[in-house]
């Protein structure tokens, strides 16, 4: 069983930074996947960025160039650093574990990220 628990997230004006965390707690499968998705308010889920065991990253298109993903195992941690915020960003943000990037198995609470113009 894992479980992830997300933190970092909050209320920025646009062009500002985040930067969020995602503790892992429980068994490390080491070959599983990593992702950040969000969901906002009467859209559907989407994924972010995703890091594999491997350290191969990949991005969505809006976020790229301002997003960058990154994972400290000694720490299980995971991170997403987020620059020059947009409002289209507001989202609730999710960790999740498993196969990225529709399989994900294990999925956190969430945390808001919010961006005024």
């Known amino acids: 069983q894992v479980q992830l628990v997300e933190s970092g997230g909050g209320s920025v004006q646009a062009g500002g930074s985040l930067r969020l965390s995602c503790a892992a707690f429980?068994?490390?499968?080491?070959?599983?996947?990593m992702g950040w998705f969000r969901q906002a308010p009467g859209k559907e889920r989407e994924g972010v960025a995703t890091i594999d065991s491997d350290g191969i990253t990949t991005y969505a298109d809006s976020v790229k160039g301002r997003f960058t993903i990154s994972q400290d195992n000694a720490k299980n941690t995971l991170y997403l650093q987020m620059n020059s915020l947009k409002p289209d960003d507001t989202a609730m943000y999710y960790c999740a574990e498993g196969i990225c990037p529709s399989q994900m198995l294990w999925w956190g609470q969430g945390t808001q990220v919010t961006v005024s113009s």
């Open positions: 429980g068994y490390k499968y080491s070959t599983y996947c």
